[in-house]
């Protein structure tokens, strides 16, 4: 069974850095798409990003370019996101999620495989 953790969430004050991991055990390959996905207080989950592999290849929601990098070390089964420039709306639980595939999406609904999650609060 697969399994996601996620960690590095916390407080920051406006402008800082975060990087959040997403530890995969379980069934492991190289052909997958991992996604990360937010959600607010009173909103629906949202996508952040996604990194396909064995190429890399990445894709990002327009209200992060430029300042969230998604990343992966395959050797530690882990995918990052680094967050720099925080800004308050940034504030959400954060969530990895896999699926078995290259194709990158966007939707919640096609990844199987999710986190718990980790709480990232930005202070004004």
């Known amino acids: 069974q697969v399994q996601l953790v996620e960690s590095g969430g916390g407080l920051v004050q406006a402008g800082g850095s975060l990087r959040l991991a997403c530890v995969v055990s379980?069934?492991?390959?190289?052909?997958?798409?991992m996604g990360w996905f937010r959600q607010a207080p009173g909103k629906e989950r949202e996508f952040v990003g996604a990194?396909?592999?064995?190429?890399?290849?990445?894709r990002y929601e327009d209200s992060v370019k430029g300042r969230f990098t998604i990343s992966t070390d395959n050797i530690k089964n882990t995918v990052y996101l680094q967050m720099n420039s925080l800004k308050p709306e940034d504030t959400a639980v954060y969530y990895c999620?896999?699926?078995?595939?290259?194709?990158?999406?966007?939707?919640?609904?096609?990844?199987?495989?999710w986190g718990q999650g980790t709480q990232v609060t930005v202070s004004s």
């Open positions: 999620a896999l699926r078995w595939s290259t194709f990158m999406v966007s939707s919640t609904r096609d990844y199987p495989f």
């Open positions: 379980g069934r492991t390959s190289n052909i997958y798409s």
């Open positions: 990194i396909v592999g064995p190429n890399g290849r990445t």
